[in-house]
């Protein structure tokens, strides 16, 4: 392998990133040359670096709801087991349905958050091709959603609070799916939930798609990472749909209100967690940082109401969704 192939394939640029990698490139082939001849290009650089800065804002302040799709569909971006060793102290994955199934599509176990044991359970896309084929691009089956109600059970009988990640998008449709209960897996689930005493927090870290984010989607706070997309279909599917085209996709996600500022001001979701300037994949760690912080500030808000007051709470909020004011000529 060419170092050119190896540099291509470490990187991986979406179409409205490549104005501002190229001119990141020439900064530093700029800072190389200058140093390999001793010049001093101190005032050059400062401009070009206030002209990357200037650049970067410009291009993510005013990202398209498609825009915002591929960040959330970014192979680099944090999947929910890269959040989980960063955010918690210890965790010990479980496994299995206790039906004869174990999805790696959607894991779960036991953590301690802030020294506090916790159940978290998230869907888990892969990292290559191989990856994503062994977690089904993180498309759980209906042995995924009851190891997840198998997991918050255990959490409502030892008072250990719940956090979900959403990443998926959406169950996995398959005829053998369906033969198992697809849809009464996710509806149990659904049902179940309203009725847990513990705290539930539910992040939507990557793509939130229709009834497979759902599935572990009641919560008493729902956040969402800034550039993450929560939807009752893929804007794909919802072309192919309403036009007849997929290729009308961008049209789709725009009507859809796919991003998390939308959803914050139709009251779908509770926070906007921000990530760093270029998305969560190019500076994980911060974004952890981001994501622990929201989730540590709603914990400890949830704490101090009883399980009746969450439970009521949870019920109206899910039951107000949907609600609005119609314009009038």
């Known amino acids: 392998m060419t170092k050119n192939e190896t540099t291509e394939k470490k990187i991986f640029l979406l179409d409205f990133e ?89 894991v779960g176990g036991v953590a301690r958050f802030n020294g506090r044991p916790v159940v978290i359970i998230g869907h888990q896309k892969g990292r290559d091709t191989k990856d994503n084929v062994a977690r089904n691009f993180g498309m759980a089956a209906p042995g995924g959603y009851r190891k997840a109600m198998r997991l918050m059970e255990h959490a409502h009988q030892f008072n250990q609070p719940i956090l979900t990640f959403i990443d998926t998008p959406g169950a996995w ?47 008493d706070r729902i956040l969402m990472l800034e550039h993450s997309v929560y939807t009752v279909a893929t804007p794909e599917a919802c072309a192919a749909i309403l036009w007849k085209d997929a290729k009308k996709s961008d049209k789709a996600a725009v009507a859809l209100k796919i991003t998390s500022k939308d959803l914050k001001e139709l009251n779908i979701i509770d926070q906007i967690v921000p990530e760093p300037s270029r998305g969560a994949h190019a500076d994980p760690i911060k974004a952890a940082a981001n994501l622990k912080a929201a989730i540590s500030d709603n914990l400890e808000a949830l704490s101090l109401l009883t399980p009746q007051q969450r439970r009521e709470s949870r019920y109206q909020k899910f039951r107000n969704l949907g609600v609005f004011l119609e314009a009038t000529a």
């Open 173 to 219: 449709a398959g005829v053998e799916a369906e033969k198992l209960g697809q849809g009464e897996a996710i509806a149990y689930n659904l049902r179940e939930m309203f009725r847990l005493d513990v705290p539930i927090i539910c992040t939507v870290i990557g793509e939130g798609g229709s009834g497979g984010a759902l599935g572990i989607g009641v919560g």
């Open 18 to 106: 490549k104005p501002l990698y190229e001119l990141e490139s020439r900064i530093e082939q700029i800072k190389e040359l200058a140093q390999e001849n001793s010049v001093d290009v101190s005032e050059q650089i400062s401009q070009l670096d206030e002209r990357a800065n200037q650049l970067r804002r410009e291009i993510f302040s005013n990202l398209t709801p498609s825009q915002r799709l591929q960040l959330a569909r970014h192979p680099r971006r944090p999947s929910t087991l890269d959040y989980i060793q960063a955010i918690t102290d210890e965790w010990f994955e479980l496994h299995g349905d206790r039906c004869g199934y174990d999805d790696p599509a959607l």
